[in-house]
């Protein structure tokens, strides 16, 4: 299984970007879907995250800007940042809760890191 994480880039304040995340491979089910992002020295956070069924979870600095979503059928994330802040800067990685196979336990994937920097 690969994520495939796109949509990072620079960005100026009050802008937005559109982050992507497509998982493939041996997949059975996807149970979960969603970006943490990390500063250096800091732990990584959860940003937001969208389970099967619809619901989604934010971090309180992002809500009311930001908006998840996901195509099923496609496996893929969206990330949609609007209102963007220079202290929203950071490596955000996608992360998938799947099932490879009928049976197989719940395994967590992480994609590779795309940076976002929001200048001032």
């Known amino acids: 299984v690969q994520l495939q994480a796109s949509g990072g880039g620079l960005v100026q304040a009050g802008g937005s970007l559109r982050l992507s995340c497509a998982a493939s491979?041996?997949?059975?089910?996807?149970?979960?879907m969603g970006w943490y992002r990390q500063t250096p020295g800091k732990r990584r956070e959860l940003v937001a995250i969208?389970?099967?069924?619809?619901?989604?979870n934010y971090a309180d600095s992002v809500k009311g800007r930001f908006t998840i979503s996901r195509d099923n059928a496609k496996n893929t994330a969206y990330l949609l940042m609007n209102s963007l802040k220079p202290e929203d800067t950071a490596v955000y990685y996608c992360?998938?809760?799947?099932?490879?196979?009928?049976?197989?336990?719940?395994?967590?994937?992480w994609g590779q890191g795309t940076l976002v920097t929001v200048s001032s």
């Open positions: 992360v998938a809760h799947l099932r490879e196979r009928i049976g197989s336990y719940e395994d967590v994937y």
């Open positions: 491979g041996s997949i059975f089910s996807v149970n979960a």
């Open positions: 969208t389970v099967d069924g619809g619901s989604t």
